[in-house]
């Protein structure tokens, strides 16, 4: 895991789309709505690189988990209102 900590923020969209290929798409949207400093588009892409690495490539957040990991990240409070099976159990908290 260490190794994704070591990616530098520049490389990490390359890494995501070469570990991940078609997941990513439904997440495209998402990114691009984020802030333009790149802070927060790292930490959701090293999040997706770490939960795929653990998994060896089984499990990809979706939206709604990588939009619970800013507040959390930020140190403020969260709440998530999901239905069953959305995938609130992979929340990365």
Not at 58 to 72: D, G, R, W, Y
């Amino acid at each position: 895991m260490q190794e994704v900590y070591d990616i530098p923020s520049a490389d990490l969209l390359a890494h995501a789309e070469a570990i991940i290929q078609d997941n990513l798409d439904p997440l495209r949207s998402f990114l691009i709505s984020l802030p333009l400093d790149g802070n927060e588009i790292a930490l959701i892409l090293r999040a997706i690189l770490l939960l795929c690495t653990v998994t060896a490539g089984a499990k990809v957040l979706c939206q709604m988990q990588l939009e619970s990991l800013l507040p959390v990240m930020a140190n403020l409070d969260s709440l998530v209102n999901a239905g069953t099976g959305s995938g609130k159990t992979m929340l990365p908290v």
